[in-house]
């Protein structure tokens, strides 16, 4: 069994920063050159992603009492330093992850948590079967092929044993660049009572 995980609040936490400035420009060629579909509000890339496109500091608009584990800053989320280390724990080094993160509140206090941006590296392209899975399915602006629409609450998603076995975390592009991950990763991540993602299961199948 594995899972597909939404951030929640992702809209609020993206809008609610005053963050640096990424390069944009300088991500759209890295897009091109990957051939990845620059779709708004993800920047997920299989190669490493220059610092450039990195947020160094993001500051709160709005009081906040206590920020989740996992915030929206510009184009990459922003992970704490416990996602990082259960990450870290079953795919070591094959994500990338920035320096420290300056996040603060609104009155300029500091986080308590440590936040990285991140970049997860595993692209795993066709992992769902399209014929098996009985979500609403459209034709993505960004890929023109037929795709799942992810109403995760409503959906049965199926994905193929034969591509995701051995992966715990990866982005599906072709599935608006969500994250899928492994029953025995959520579990993990369950057990440090992670803030601020959701899941819903996705049954696996062959073609």
Same mark, same amino acid.
């Given at each position: 069994?594995?899972?597909?995980?939404?951030?929640?609040?992702?809209?609020?936490?993206?809008?609610?920063?005053?963050?640096? %400035?990424?390069?944009? #420009?300088?991500?759209?060629?890295?897009? =091109? =050159?990957?051939?990845?579909?620059?779709?708004?509000?993800?920047?997920?890339? $299989?190669?490493?992603?220059? $610092?450039?496109?990195?947020?160094?500091?993001?500051?709160?608009?709005?009081?906040?009492?206590?920020?989740?584990?996992?915030? &929206?800053?510009?184009?990459?989320?922003?992970?704490?330093?416990?996602?990082?280390?259960?990450?870290?724990?079953? =795919?070591?080094?094959?994500?990338?992850?920035?320096? %420290? *993160?300056?996040?603060?509140?609104?009155?300029?206090?500091?986080?308590?948590?440590?936040?990285?941006?991140?970049?997860?590296?595993?692209?795993?392209?066709?992992?769902?079967?399209?014929?098996?899975?009985?979500?609403?399915?459209?034709?993505?602006?960004?890929? &023109?092929?037929?795709?799942?629409? %992810?109403?995760? /609450?409503?959906?049965?998603?199926?994905?193929?044993?034969?591509?995701?076995?051995?992966?715990?975390?990866?982005?599906?592009?072709?599935?608006?660049?969500?994250?899928?991950?492994?029953? #025995?990763?959520?579990?993990?991540?369950?057990?440090?009572?992670?803030?601020?993602? =959701?899941?819903?299961?996705?049954? *696996?199948? /062959?073609?």
């Amino acid at each position: 069994m594995v899972w597909f995980a939404r951030v929640k609040n992702s809209v609020q936490y993206s809008t609610a920063f005053d963050c640096k %400035p990424e390069t944009y #420009a300088l991500r759209k060629k890295l897009h =091109e =050159e990957a051939n990845l579909p620059l779709i708004p509000c993800t920047t997920a890339m $299989p190669g490493f992603a220059p $610092p450039e496109l990195f947020v160094q500091s993001a500051i709160h608009r709005t009081p906040k009492k206590v920020f989740p584990d996992i915030i &929206n800053l510009d184009s990459f989320y922003g992970v704490s330093d416990r996602f990082r280390a259960v990450l870290e724990e079953f =795919e070591p080094g094959l994500h990338q992850f920035s320096e %420290p *993160v300056d996040v603060r509140y609104k009155d300029g206090r500091a986080s308590e948590m440590t936040y990285y941006n991140f970049n997860p590296r595993i692209h795993l392209y066709n992992t769902l079967i399209i014929e098996q899975s009985t979500a609403h399915k459209a034709i993505s602006q960004y890929t &023109n092929k037929l795709k799942p629409e %992810p109403d995760f /609450r409503d959906s049965v998603l199926v994905a193929d044993e034969t591509l995701i076995q051995r992966h715990h975390f990866w982005v599906a592009p072709d599935y608006y660049g969500d994250w899928f991950v492994s029953d #025995a990763l959520k579990k993990r991540l369950d057990a440090i009572k992670l803030k601020n993602i =959701e899941y819903s299961k996705v049954l *696996v199948g /062959r073609r």
